[in-house]
């Protein structure tokens, strides 16, 4: 139904002539879209918000569309989503938006952790975790644990995060919990006790273990 109204409400904007709506509802239309396997379609999207807001001369929404465009490509594994990704951080870097000089911060942590530029990278994750908290951007914790734990993996430290996952899981007897304390125990040595935290997951019927803590 989600996808029926958003077609619906592109369709109005586009008959009312106005491009600020129409790549707002493009834009809407794209998140309604997001599920496995959709990505041709949302890159066709993010195309038409792209030239929709160059239209418009809209730089926030020509931003958005950007970076939606990378996500899409990069999901494609179409190499094409680098230009892209650079489009956007050229963008944001001339941007008076805090959350997207954020966003960008994140998308250069992730290009250093991919290089294996890892203090830059470390850099990076610390300069994004403050703009983020500084402009109340969602996740900001999230996203700074998910790229922490990357790094420390990179760095071989992983075992440094012994006794403190707990407190970064709602749920610490959950599959997600119970499977990065035993990577962390893992890295530590410590086998016979990543055995004893993962031991309950077992009887646990169809649920599937991660393959990491994501």
Request: aromatic share 4%; with cysteine; proline share 6%.
């Amino acid at each position: 139904r989600a996808r029926t109204l958003a077609a619906q409400a592109v369709a109005a904007a586009r008959a009312g002539g106005d491009p600020t709506t129409l790549a707002a509802c493009l834009l809407a239309q794209h998140h309604a879209v997001w599920a496995p396997g959709t990505a041709p379609e949302r890159l066709r999207i993010a195309a038409d918000v792209v030239e929709v807001a160059e239209r418009a001369a809209d730089d926030e929404i020509l931003l958005e569309a950007r970076l939606l465009a990378a996500t899409d490509r990069l999901e494609l594994a179409d190499p094409a989503f680098r230009a892209e990704l650079d489009e956007f951080l050229r963008l944001a870097a001339a941007s008076r938006q805090p959350r997207f000089r954020y966003a960008a911060l994140v998308r250069r942590a992730t290009l250093a952790l991919l290089a294996g530029r890892l203090e830059e990278a470390s850099q990076l994750i610390g300069q994004a975790e403050i703009l983020g908290e500084e402009c109340g951007e969602p996740g900001v914790r999230d996203v700074r644990y998910d790229q922490g734990w990357d790094l420390l993996t990179a760095q071989g430290r992983l075992a440094e995060l012994a006794g403190t996952l707990p407190e970064m899981f709602p749920d610490p007897e959950s599959v997600q919990a119970r499977g990065s304390r035993a990577q962390v125990l893992i890295a530590a040595g410590a086998r016979d006790e990543a055995v004893e935290v993962v031991a309950p997951l077992l009887h646990r019927g169809p649920e599937v273990m991660p393959a990491n803590h994501q």
